[in-house]
């Protein structure tokens, strides 16, 4: 699986959960406001599976950043969407949208923080894909 | 029964089996300890070297990477003021981790406050006048509609997550070296 088609099956399956806020991806140019998440694919992996055998087993994270410009307010509204996305990419879930399988391993958030005026937290979805050689 | 003759009492195997056993549980926590400090050197180093330099202000450069301290039994609190921007994995001491008496936890931690920022990312809201780079004398607007925004490296979580390549790897090293 290529990096585009990792990142295209994450958009489409964030786009399934029907977060019912603005989810844009990395680069995008858009206007923050309310409360919107982001998507970022960190770097990748490669492990060779041998010479001339099923090829490459590729794995990374990708990052949600959920944000939120009211601070000073509960956090609950956020972790209601925290908890979609956990849902959505529970372990051993697997999403072949895009030639190749993407398997999800797990899915860990940070504390929740003020960074830069906004209330952000953030979710590392960790994946494994293989691609055929 | 001739001079050159000996003969091993039930006690006496008992001494010398525990002997050799002893032996071998030292020669095992000998090994386990390279095996937990080659794969901890390489961890953290990995995490150092991928901390970025922040290559804009030349007098701060290296104040991120400097910033991870190494220590036994608790996290580290303070700043430690180091700026080194070419620091790597050579020049990282690691204690003793594994010993008769037991195992220690070891921690590396970073207290320089824009951490979080350069794992996780961030915006900054109203930037006024951009970033200034030092080098050139000029501010850069580095934002998308009037919000600066920087993107994570995730320099901590993509080596934890190797945390299985590191054992492996020590482990072949040390234990086939």
């Not at chain 2, 080659?38 to 970025?52: A, L, R, V, W, Y």
Request: charged share 25%; net charge positive; hydrophobic share 35%.
């Amino acid at each position: 699986m290529s990096f585009l088609n990792v990142a295209k099956q994450f958009a489409k399956s964030v786009d399934d959960l029907a977060l019912g806020i603005t989810v844009v991806q990395e680069n995008d140019d858009f206007t923050p406001a309310g409360q919107w998440a982001e998507m970022t694919m960190l770097s990748h992996d490669f492990d060779s599976l041998g010479k001339s055998g099923a090829g490459d087993e590729q794995s990374g994270i990708c990052q949600i950043s959920l944000f939120d410009a009211a601070t000073g307010t509960l956090q609950g509204s956020l972790l209601g969407i925290a908890d979609a996305i956990n849902a959505g990419f529970r372990h051993g879930a697997e999403f072949s949208d895009f030639t190749d399988t993407v398997f999800i391993q797990r899915v860990t958030r940070n504390a929740g923080r003020v960074s830069g005026g906004f209330y952000q937290i953030d979710l590392s979805i960790y994946w494994t894909s293989y691609t055929d050689r | 029964m001739t001079d050159n003759t000996q003969t091993v009492s039930p006690d006496g195997f008992a001494s010398a089996l525990n002997k050799i056993l002893e032996r071998f549980d030292l020669q095992n926590i000998e090994s386990a300890d390279l095996v937990m400090r080659e794969t901890t050197k390489n961890m953290f180093g990995s995490i150092i070297e991928d901390t970025p330099v922040g290559d804009f202000d030349p007098a701060h450069a290296g104040t991120l990477k400097g910033g991870w301290e190494i220590t036994t039994g608790s996290a580290y609190s303070g700043l430690t003021g180091r700026m080194t921007p070419r620091r790597t994995r050579k020049g990282l001491r690691i204690p003793r981790l594994i010993t008769k008496q037991g195992s220690k936890d070891i921690y590396l931690t970073n207290n320089v406050p824009y951490i979080n920022v350069a794992e996780y990312g961030g915006y900054k809201k109203n930037p006024k006048l951009g970033t200034l780079d030092k080098r050139t004398g000029r501010y850069v607007i580095r934002s998308k509609g009037g919000f600066s925004k920087q993107a994570p490296k995730g320099m901590v979580r993509k080596n934890m997550a190797k945390a299985g390549h590191f054992l492996t790897e020590a482990a072949n090293k040390v234990l086939k070296g």
